[in-house]
T-cell receptor, first 114, second 111 residues
Framework: DTEVTQTPKHLVMGMTNKKSLKCEQH?????MYWYKQKAKKPPELMFVYSYEKLSINESVPSRFSPECPNSSLLNLHLHALQPEDSALYLC?????????????FGPGTRLTVL | TQLLEQSPQFLSIQEGENLTVYCNSSSVFSSLQWYRQEPGEGPVLLVTVVTGGEVKKLKRLTFQFGDARKDSSLHITAAQTGDTGLYLC???????????FGSGTQLTVLP
């Protein structure tokens, strides 16, 4: 089983709203990732959690706040977003192997900020 | 900083034709993944190649990793409309387990 699940599938929010994106994997992977992707562009890394600890923050604005409650769950809390934050948000996970660390992606959350 | 150049950026072909997508870098990668992504969906892993010179086949798709592990290619034989999508190559792991993505190839297969 190489499934990563994400909820919700679609989200529309105003600039003053607070919402959360959720991601779950049951593959025993020790790393989880958040990416932002604009149409027909490659994913851009936002955050990496290794062993439930934040290991990489790619200079993401503080209106995006990640959380890793346990090894299977990853959340992305959203607050005071801007219209330019509208994008497909992808979660991924990997085993953290040294040389062949394949990332498996979820289906994404399509976020629209009005 | 590791970079992956992917070409072509756009490709539109007729059903039944063959095509090749290239992924090139001046850096060595420990492994390279190929993904296919449909609009509004997440990237789906097609293959991981790890050994220089390795060739892997997945039905009509043939993947090759260069001998020096700096480049890779994806060849599709007799393309079908269902092959339409965004193809992404990604090299890794780089520092701190980050993937380096190519810019993507948007493939459209016309009936």
């Amino acid at each position: 089983d190489t499934e990563v699940t994400q909820t919700p599938k679609h989200l529309v929010m105003g600039m003053t709203n607070k919402k959360s994106l959720k991601c779950e994997q049951h593959m025993g992977h020790r790393a989880m990732y958040w990416y932002k992707q604009k149409a027909k562009k490659p994913p851009e890394l936002m955050f990496v959690y290794s062993y439930e600890k934040l290991s990489i923050n790619e200079s993401v604005p503080s209106r995006f706040s990640p959380e890793c409650p346990n090894s299977s769950l990853l959340n992305l809390h959203l607050h005071a977003l801007q219209p330019e934050d509208s994008a497909l948000y992808l979660c991924a996970s990997s085993q953290l192997r040294i040389h062949t660390d394949t990332q498996y992606f979820g289906p994404g959350t399509r976020l629209t900020v009005l | 900083t590791q970079l992956l150049e992917q070409s072509p950026q756009f490709l539109s072909i007729q059903e039944g034709e063959n095509l090749t997508v290239y992924c090139n870098s001046s850096s060595v990668f420990s492994s390279l993944q190929w993904y296919r992504q449909e609009p509004g969906e997440g990237p789906v892993l097609l293959v991981t190649v790890v050994t220089g010179g390795e060739v892997k086949k997945l039905k009509r798709l043939t993947f090759q990793f260069g001998d020096a592990r700096k480049d890779s290619s994806l060849h599709i034989t007799a393309a079908q409309t269902g092959d339409t999508g965004l193809y992404l190559c990604a090299g890794g792991p780089g520092s701190a387990r980050q993937l380096t993505f190519g810019s993507g190839t948007q493939l459209t297969v016309l009936p």
